[in-house]
């Protein structure tokens, strides 16, 4: 009973610091997104594929997904946080995160986004161990169900390069300063602690299917 009142204060806190918070004008891509076409609540969040917090963060946001497909729609955008592609980056980080950010495009390619994007998610741990390779992408890209030949070849194109680079861009021009970043109806979510993510995002969906 206690708990529960404590948790509803922080949500209204929260969804108060949402509310509060300013608008960031962001296009909306049509790649990476899956759930409702006219969604009440469009949820997206930077991320990149050797961030644990992200890969936790795709979880909640996929459950959250799932329960309401007719209200919200969830949009990936790339943030690797990797010299290779992230001007924004000063020094060597995530190294490999902008080929796993390209592979994870590729699959958008083949009609198979979330399937890759989820290989890549699942190994994140393989790769703090092992070098990300271009064999080590081939055999997720064949686990997740794509055509690998083509692949390749989507992998060395500058046009999958340049998808990656532009949200990158697109996070630089909001200034992030760490992923996952999420940005809910245009708005960024508080930094809070992962478990409260799911309450604070019922919600802002509650109180934005009021309006």
């Known amino acids: 009973e206690q708990e529960q009142k404590l948790r509803e204060q922080l949500n209204n806190e929260f969804y108060k610091q949402w509310k509060a918070?300013?608008?960031?004008?962001?296009?909306?891509?049509?790649?990476?997104s899956k759930g409702a076409a006219n969604p009440v609540l469009t949820i997206m969040e930077f991320a990149d594929p050797?961030?644990?917090?992200?890969?936790?963060?795709?979880?909640?946001?996929?459950?959250f997904v799932k329960k309401h497909g007719d209200k919200v729609r969830v949009i990936f955008r790339h943030y690797p946080l990797d010299i290779q592609c992230n001007d924004a980056m000063k020094r060597a980080f995530h190294v490999g995160a902008c080929d796993l950010a390209r592979a994870i495009?590729?699959?958008?390619?083949q009609g198979k986004f979330w399937p890759m994007h989820d290989a890549v998610f699942m190994q994140q741990e393989l790769f703090f161990r092992n070098p990300v390779t271009e064999r080590a992408i081939e055999s997720l890209a064949a686990g997740a169900g794509l055509n690998t030949g083509a692949m390749a070849s989507c992998f060395k194109s500058q046009a999958t390069m340049a998808k990656v680079k532009a949200d990158i861009a697109a996070g630089n021009k909001i200034k992030i300063t760490g992923t996952p970043t999420t940005i809910i109806n245009d708005r960024r979510l508080p930094g809070v602690p992962l478990e409260f993510v799911p309450g604070?995002?019922?919600?802002?969906?509650?109180e934005e299917s009021r309006r």
């Open 21 to 32: 918070g300013e608008l960031v004008k962001l296009d909306k891509p049509r790649s990476g």
């Open 50 to 63: 050797l961030c644990p917090h992200c890969k936790d963060m795709g979880i909640v946001l996929n459950e």
């Open 105 to 109: 495009e590729c699959g958008e390619a």
């Open 200 to 206: 604070i995002l019922e919600k802002i969906l509650l």
